[in-house]
């Protein structure tokens, strides 16, 4: 089963020197109005390399994860995440499935500004997605809302939602 690169596995792996870390690539965004940066890390640590944007695709599913950082230090970290899903093969122009998008100001503590439970859908558009046999290459921009919740079991506060738009381009891991 290939590995997933979510949050929460970054969490387990702990902090990384930025010395160990390699840039991949660049998220911006503006989010309500205010301009904020992410950069998108591969890291090699001891039992493998982490990299925070990734591709898996099966037949059923598949997924293009992307997750930036204002440093290489994931569990304190300034984050945010684009996760887009498309039923069975990706092809160019394909309409996903679900858009994602986690803001994590504080690091995974808290609070969190999420699309899921906003009053319209995040929407993202892939300009272009080359691969290069382990590795590939994306350029996307994205939009949205963004509700706050105090905590991840907590229900978003539609009073709190802030508009989000934003651009990545990467380097990825294909799994």
């Known amino acids: 089963m290939a590995r997933r690169f979510d949050c929460v596995a970054?969490?387990?792996w702990g902090f990384a020197s930025p010395c160990w870390a390699e840039e991949l690539g660049?998220?911006?965004a503006r989010?309500?109005?205010?301009?904020h940066e992410w950069r998108i890390h591969a890291l090699d640590r001891p039992g493998g390399r982490i990299v925070t944007a990734g591709f898996r695709q099966s037949q059923w599913l598949a997924e293009l994860q992307?997750?930036?950082y204002d440093a290489p230090r994931f569990?304190?970290?300034?984050?945010?995440?684009?996760t887009v899903r498309f039923a069975g093969w990706y092809s160019p122009g394909a309409e996903p499935l679900s858009v994602d998008i986690l803001y994590t100001p504080e690091g995974l503590g808290g609070p969190y500004w999420t699309s899921a439970g906003a009053s319209r859908p995040a929407?993202?558009?892939i300009v272009r997605f080359?691969?290069?046999g382990s590795m590939g290459e994306v350029e996307l921009a994205f939009t949205g809302e963004l509700c706050r919740k105090p905590s991840l079991?907590?229900?978003?506060?539609?009073?709190?939602?802030?508009e989000i738009l934003g651009v990545v381009e990467t380097r990825l891991a294909m799994e």
């Open 130 to 132: 080359d691969i290069h």
């Open 75 to 82: 569990a304190g970290a300034d984050g945010m995440a684009v």
């Open 123 to 125: 929407q993202v558009e």
């Open 153 to 162: 079991s907590s229900a978003v506060d539609p009073a709190t939602c802030v």
């Open 26 to 28: 660049v998220m911006t």
């Open 10 to 12: 970054l969490v387990l």
């Open 31 to 35: 989010l309500d109005g205010v301009p």
């Open 66 to 68: 992307i997750q930036g």
